[in-house]
């Protein structure tokens, strides 16, 4: 289909409106054919994403334990609950951030299924609430499943139990 522009100026309403309804036109046909090679490219961008929040998950982790050594090492030779309980906000701070990581992991897996099974989702969309059955709301806070995973809450937990252990230890000394 080739779009034709109105001859005239284009200010007045009765252009405008045509102008519209031609691009709405074309843009609906567009859509109708999606094809098998752009579902595929269209999951490979999501592939994409969920690799990254991978990654970007093991890299939280490998800031963290240097972090968490200094702090937690120096607390014990230099005798600071100051900096113990530094060392144990780090461990939060990863830790919630690692958890936002799962979080929008498990959402672009549920995207990816979505468009793996030919659901109504818009082509090449990367909107992962359009995959979610609770609707289009965001909340950037991990959830309680996010947080108890095996990724986050065997890794952060026991880091963050020996740091209060470690402040206990000074508190008592």
Known sequence: MTLRWPTGAAEDDPSINQTLATIQS????????????????????????????SQASSSS?????????????????????????????????????????LKQERAFRK?????????????????PTLASSEGAGSNYWPDWPDVRSWAVAPVYGPLLLSGLGLVIWLACR
């Not at 090679?37 to 490979?44: G, I, K, P, Y």
């Open 61 to 101: 982790k490998s800031w963290l334990l240097p972090i968490v050594t200094v702090t937690y090492g120096y607390a014990v030779t230099g005798k600071s609950i100051l900096v113990a309980l530094l060392g144990c906000l780090a461990v939060l701070v990863f830790g919630v951030l690692d958890a936002n990581y």
């Open 111 to 127: 995207l990816y299924d979505e468009v793996a099974a030919g659901s109504p989702i818009p082509a090449f969309s990367m909107n």
């Open 26 to 53: 074309a843009l609906l046909h567009e859509t109708d054919a999606v094809s098998a090679e752009d579902r595929r490219q269209h999951l490979s961008f999501i592939q994409a994403v969920i690799t990254r929040m």
